[in-house]
């Protein structure tokens, strides 16, 4: 499907290079895009992990946790297990899912 570059609401700029004088200009379709979430979780046994992983497992859409330097699949009872217990996490999506919304809002950090 083509985006209709003739409606701005279509297209975002995301940056102009300069390159020998003339400028580039990189479009992205602003459908496809989506917005991202980002929240603080601090998970504080492994049946809280356990309950965490399920309710991602039920979302259509990517969910990844991060730890330092350490990116994890939401959906994986290792990964998370791995990552530890009692720790501050950062989690970023892109989809919308009241479920898992009210399940992290459980977890969440101030």
Do not use: H
Not at 35 to 64: H, N, P, Y
Not at 78 to 84: C, Q, S
């Amino acid at each position: 499907m083509e985006t209709d570059l003739t409606n701005p609401k279509n297209y975002g700029i995301i940056a102009p290079l300069e390159t020998n004088l003339t400028f580039s200009v990189f479009v992205f379709n602003r459908k496809e895009l989506g917005t991202m979430f980002e929240k603080k979780i601090r998970l504080s046994d492994t049946d809280e992990v356990k309950d965490f992983v399920r309710a991602a497992g039920k979302c259509d859409f990517d969910i990844d946790v991060f730890y330092c330097r350490a990116v994890i699949d939401a959906k994986s009872l290792l990964g998370m297990l791995y990552l530890g217990i009692g720790k501050e996490l950062t989690i970023k999506y892109g989809g919308n899912d009241l479920a898992f919304e009210k399940n992290i809002q459980k977890y969440a950090v101030c």
